[in-house]
């Protein structure tokens, strides 16, 4: 089992900026993809950004809307992921979710609390 705990969001007034944490606990999560998922009302929830373990270390992927804006990273320890938000805009107020893919003979996926963005115009 694993549970996580995001924190960081907040209200900010367009063009700011917000970074939010995700800390992981439950089991070693160094080689597992750790990620941000994000929901706005009325909306299905949507993929924001992915650190994915490889040999190498971790590589990062981003929807289109947040390559540019957003960056995430994710702790030596890997049981914890950031995700710097910066020109923030009105659009990007949604609820954003931390979640986890632990990889297996079944996935399974997990899911933090949550913590809500809200960009003022």
């Known amino acids: 089992q694993v549970q996580m705990v995001e924190s960081g969001g907040g209200v900010v007034q367009a063009g700011g900026s917000l970074r939010l944490s995700c800390v992981a606990s439950?089991?070693?999560?160094?080689?597992?993809?750790m990620g941000w998922y994000r929901q706005a009302p009325g909306k299905e929830r949507e993929f924001v950004a992915m650190?994915?373990?490889?040999?190498?270390?971790?590589?990062?992927d981003y929807d289109d809307f947040a390559k540019d804006r957003f960056t995430i990273s994710r702790d030596n320890a890997g049981n914890a992921t950031y995700l710097e938000m910066n020109s923030l805009k009105p659009e990007d107020t949604a609820i954003y979710y931390c979640?986890?893919?632990?990889?297996?003979?079944?996935?399974?996926?997990?899911w933090g609390q949550g913590t809500q963005v809200t960009v003022s115009s």
């Open positions: 979640n986890v893919n632990v990889p297996g003979p079944v996935p399974v996926g997990y």
């Open positions: 439950g089991r070693t999560l160094v080689n597992v993809d």
């Open positions: 650190t994915r373990w490889t040999w190498r270390g971790y590589t990062s």
